[in-house]
């Protein structure tokens, strides 16, 4: 009898999958695109520090305040009437600047007190991670008490009904092309930047050997404080396309999507910057369509399931290569 229910239910998925294959692959890649664009912070930290920076998730919270209030200091509230043309570019880009300087600089900050101290004083790999749990949820609820814990609402800046062009029947939005665009541009100036400039190569000088790299002149403490500050800004960057699409925060809305971006960072091969593109997008577009099989109920769970298979399957990831060994 469960047999038959359970076969019944993944047949209804399976054709509501077949009917909505590009609603559901648009809205995966979308999803997914802010996935990599915070998986690149954990990817970063990891391969220069061999840290997973657990608290990476509260940098970006810290982004979708940012760009919350940028709205606001513009007099913008959540009824007004959306922007168009050059008022809304300039809104957007005004937001992205506000959100990427806010998270950048926590993830400065973040790095000076909660792991600086301890590298200096040699401590080990386990009390850095601990710090990190700690630092996430020390962050969270400072601003729950701040801000309280209440979902807070982003100003509509896009017409939710306006379609830029269908793709094989599927309306495709203005802000979903917006956010898969502007994350693949960010992310390949990120990718640009660690393999063609000097500070660039510093970074995977130190990710290749620390040691060795500090002998050759390069300086430790500022290329560890450049990854957090790049992991951040990327961070900012995923906070306003996020806050685009979904158009609220609160004080854990990063709990869940650092997860779900540290998945993206493990399925892609941690420590590789191009593997958390590619992961990204594949955990965004696999979670879609498991929700659509599975019912959206377990679409959580999907992501967890997935990220309890790669690291039992596939360790090093889809692509596996570390930054340490990035080609420029």
């Known amino acids: ?41 954990y990817t970063l930290v990891y391969g220069v520090l061999r840290l997973i920076n657990f608290a990476h998730s509260e940098i970006f919270m810290i982004g979708t ?68 749990i ?23 800046l896009f017409d939710k009904t306006h379609t830029v062009f269908t793709l094989f029947g599927y309306d495709v939005r ?32 130190v990710a290749q050997n620390s040691e060795t790299a500090q002998l050759m002149g390069v300086n430790i403490d500022r290329v560890i404080v450049l990854t957090f500050l790049l992991g951040g800004l990327m961070a900012g960057g995923a ?11 609160r004080y854990n809305i990063g709990f869940i999507l650092g997860v779900k971006a540290f998945t993206a960072a493990v399925l892609g091969g941690i420590g590789n910057l191009r593997g958390a593109l590619l992961g990204g997008f594949v955990l965004g ?9 599975f019912g959206t109920q377990w679409k959580d769970v999907i992501s967890f399931t997935l990220l309890v298979a790669v690291l039992m399957f596939r360790p090093t990831g889809l692509l596996g290569e570390s930054l340490g060994k990035a080609r420029a």
């Open 239 to 249: 906070a306003l396309l996020d806050m685009v699409f979904l158009e609220q925060t």
């Open 174 to 205: 203005a802000d979903q092309v917006l956010i898969i665009l502007s994350a693949l541009f960010m992310m390949v100036a990120l990718d640009q930047f660690v393999r063609r400039t000097r500070l660039g190569r510093g970074v995977r000088a």
């Open 134 to 156: 700690g630092a996430s949820f020390a962050i969270s609820e400072a601003f729950a008490l701040w801000r309280g814990r209440n979902f807070e609402q982003f100003p509509r």
């Open 65 to 132: 305040f940012g760009a919350l209030y940028a709205t606001q200091w513009l007099g913008f509230d959540p009824g007004d009437p959306k922007k168009t043309g050059i008022a809304l570019i300039g809104v957007l880009l005004f937001c992205l600047v506000i959100a990427m300087a806010v998270s950048g600089a926590s993830a400065v900050v973040l790095e000076r007190i909660a792991y600086r101290p301890l590298r200096r004083r040699g401590s080990t790999r386990l009390a850095a991670l601990i710090s990190a």
């Open 285 to 293: 577009l696999v979670e879609n369509y498991g929700s659509a099989l």
């Open 1 to 41: 009898m469960i047999a038959t229910v359970v076969l019944a239910s993944l047949s209804e998925g399976a054709r509501l999958l077949r009917d909505n294959f590009w609603d559901y692959t648009v809205t995966g890649a979308t999803i997914g695109a802010i996935y990599s664009l915070v998986a690149l912070g």
